[in-house]
């Protein structure tokens, strides 16, 4: 490209990885994490090269660079940027991902990231007058609210069929009408002045559910839901029927682009999961009323030993994506002995009480043989035992 458009280019946006310590992206062709000394350095070296090219193609007369970042290296991602363009105007915005704060053990809950704008010669901040998500005469599109399964349909859960009001000026939902039997019709529902009732209709005029309920959980990333099923999460959150509310759209996700609509689906879901949750459970806090409502129990040994082997397998790639995730799981009963049943990797003192099968260690606990049949779990397994 910087041969093609030098100083041609009027914008580029730039979604670095952020340097967190996952396993999503390389230096070298080896995976960073957080316990390489050299991780910022590395990053730091990864960016200039970048930025490098990006200034060559940058309009110098009228261009921005946005660039988003959150606080693991948004200090020395400023320091690069004074130093590569100091004839321009940088700004750093916050901007809100998580209003209800995405828990971390011992720290402060995360509610926001950072957008650096770095703008050249005789750029413009223009404000958008009356911006809005929804402009009149649009459709509103209900399909990720709706169950899509064929076997979803109103009469297998008649608690999931109720009306949704909508004021026809704003796109809000003013009120979550209650559940209403299969045998009455919806048409027969009382409306609301200047309101239209939804209910969960698909174009062909088939009856479905609303995936949003008081048993419905969300997931903080689509990873969870794609990870653990409708099944595993009622175990974990310890909640009869419990289902996930989306499969491919998060909560982070929907909280950056559509505040109205995260708003509403906390209100009446029963709550939200992010991975620390899942792991090791926690206190759910009705934030409106500051009291305690339910706690979440989290991955139990009981869990563990009803999983079958081949999810097991990929629960355990899972967990070694991320240094954090290992670490989360070390006194955690999360892996199977040669009995079967669910043991963890080390004591409270921190030393190891789970070793891998071999003659001469009669006596001692050891990994439950079928799980050493996949080279990822073997590899989690070699990671606990340093």
């Known amino acids: 490209m910087e041969y093609l458009y030098p100083q041609k280019v009027d914008c580029i946006y730039i979604d670095p ?11 070298n062709n080896d995976y960073v994490d957080s316990s390489d000394s050299y991780r910022h350095s590395k990053w730091l070296s990864m960016m200039q090269k970048r930025l490098k090219i990006a200034k060559r193609i940058l309009n110098p007369n009228d261009s921005v660079l946005i660039v988003t970042i959150d606080e693991k290296e948004y200090l020395h991602l400023g320091c690069l940027l004074e130093e590569m363009f100091p004839e321009a105007n940088i700004q750093m915005v916050s901007t809100l991902t998580a209003r209800s704060g995405a828990a971390r053990f011992n720290s402060f809950s995360r509610v926001n990231e950072f957008i650096y704008f770095v703008m050249n010669g005789n750029y413009t901040i223009t404000p958008i007058e009356n911006a809005n998500y929804q402009q009149e005469g649009d459709d509103i599109h209900w399909r990720s609210f709706r169950r899509g399964n064929p076997a979803n349909i109103r009469t297998s859960r008649p608690s999931q069929f109720y009306p949704l009001y909508i004021d026809k000026n704003t796109y809000k939902i003013v009120k979550v009408g209650e559940p209403i039997t299969p045998e009455v019709d919806r048409f027969s529902v009382s409306k609301m002045e200047n309101c239209e009732t939804v209910f969960p209709v698909r174009d062909d005029g088939t009856e479905m559910l609303w995936s949003v309920t008081p048993n419905a959980c969300w997931a903080a990333v689509p990873q969870l839901a794609e990870l653990f099923t409708d099944e595993q999460l009622a175990d974990i959150c310890e ?148």
């Not at 990885?17 to 230096?27: C, L």
């Not at 991975?275 to 409502?293: C, H, L, P, Q």
């Open 17 to 27: 990885p952020y340097n967190t310590g996952a396993r999503d992206w390389k230096y």
């Open 239 to 386: 909640i009869p029927e419990a289902h996930w509310v989306f499969v491919s759209m998060g909560r982070d996700e929907i909280q950056r682009g559509n505040k109205a609509l995260a708003s509403y689906i906390d209100e009446i879901t029963n709550t939200w999961l992010d991975e620390n949750v899942i792991i090791s459970g926690r206190t759910v806090w009705d934030s409106s009323y500051r009291k305690r409502t339910k706690s979440i129990k989290g991955i139990s040994a009981g869990f563990i030993e009803k999983q079958p082997i081949t999810w097991l397998h990929v629960f355990y790639k899972w967990l070694s994506e991320t240094t954090k995730r290992t670490d989360s799981i070390k006194e955690m009963p999360v892996f199977l002995d040669q009995d079967r049943k669910a043991v963890a990797a080390f004591d409270s003192s921190e030393h190891l009480i789970l070793f891998f099968p071999d003659k001469d260690l009669s006596g001692y606990t050891t990994v439950y043989s079928e799980l050493l049949t996949d080279k990822g779990t073997c590899c989690i397994f070699g990671e606990n035992r340093h």
